[in-house]
């Protein structure tokens, strides 16, 4: 089965600091990451997308994730933070187990708050 | 760009009632989604679509159903809404041939039963 754990419900940063917002996967296949965000009052949109093709993930808005097989992670980070971060994060994996459908399985959620 | 739109922002209905919560697509996508989304939970799949007439159940279908008369259209059905289904419903579409292509999601309806 696969699952991701997000290990952090709130996370709150200082406006300019550095940004880590954890995620750990499981996953009996190659897994397919990503990160969604979702400010308030707004759909999803994606962040990232981990394809297998580098396992450092550039995003929008100067995000970016590494993917860690030995570790089972992919952490979501960026070197400064700005108040317009503040909005929900989501790491999710592809439901492989089910064919190629577009499922999704999402982790809890991270509250990203960024304090002035 | 794909674009999802969700026919409510917010609802208010009584204990009871059948609510109908629609979502159009316009990208032709085969795939069609409705989550439910509580704080703490994450997003919990109610059913999915994967062609006209075509559904298949989530993880948390009880109480819901779906109707796809039409590719551009999913609608969710609550047949007799109780207090427990008060939450933020999010459809989604995909029309994508590889595990990597994202979900294009709506803004939301935020549904309150009283």
């Known amino acids: 089965a696969q699952s991701v754990t997000q290990l952090d419900s709130h996370v709150s940063v200082s406006e300019g600091t550095p940004v880590l917002l954890r995620c750990n996967y499981s996953?009996?296949?190659?897994?397919?990451l990503f990160w969604y965000v979702q400010h308030p009052n707004k759909g999803l949109q994606l962040l990232l997308k981990?394809?297998?093709?580098?396992?450092l993930v550039k995003g929008i808005n100067g995000f970016e994730a590494e993917f860690k097989k030995s570790e089972t992670s992919f952490h979501l980070t960026k070197p400064s933070a700005h108040m317009s971060d503040a909005a929900e994060y989501f790491c999710?994996?592809?439901?492989?187990?089910?064919?190629?459908?577009?499922?999704?399985?999402f982790g809890q959620g991270t509250t990203l708050q960024v304090k002035p | 760009d794909v674009k999802v739109t969700q026919s409510s922002r917010y609802l208010v209905k009584r204990t009871g009632e059948k609510v109908f919560l629609e979502c159009v697509q316009d990208m032709d996508h085969e795939n069609m989604f409705w989550y439910r989304q509580d704080p703490g939970l994450g997003l919990r799949l109610i059913y999915f679509s994967y062609d006209v007439k075509m559904k298949e159940k989530g993880d948390i279908p009880e109480g819901y159903s779906v109707s796809r008369e039409k590719k551009e259209r999913f609608s969710l059905i609550l047949e007799s809404a109780s207090t427990n289904q008060t939450s933020m419903y999010l459809c989604?579409?995909?029309?994508?041939?590889?595990?990597?292509?994202?979900?294009?999601f709506g803004n939301g309806t935020r549904l309150t039963v009283t």
């Open positions: 989604a579409s995909w029309g994508g041939r590889v595990l990597t292509s994202p979900l294009h």
């Open positions: 981990y394809t297998s093709a580098a396992t």
């Open positions: 999710v994996v592809s439901d492989q187990g089910s064919g190629n459908t577009g499922k999704l399985i």
């Open positions: 996953s009996s296949y190659s897994p397919s």
